[in-house]
């Protein structure tokens, strides 16, 4: 059996640590991804808002040269 005052050092405790480890590495992995994310999503609705400005300019450029 496993001493009490050796419970830093014991195996079990170094498992569950290191698992723990793991899902606190994946969770942060995956809230900088979804940042990420979002963060390209609104890059390219405001690349969308332009190129659609740009458009409608030309458009009526075009309906004045007519």
Known sequence: ????SNF???W???SILQIALLILGFAVAYAKLE?????DRLL????IAYIRA??????DEIKALK
């Open 12 to 14: 079990d405790f170094k």
């Open 8 to 10: 830093w050092n014991n």
């Open 44 to 47: 390219l609705e405001k690349d």
């Open 35 to 39: 940042a990420k994310v979002e963060s």
């Open 1 to 4: 059996m496993s001493d009490k």
């Open 54 to 59: 740009t458009l409608d300019d030309l458009a």
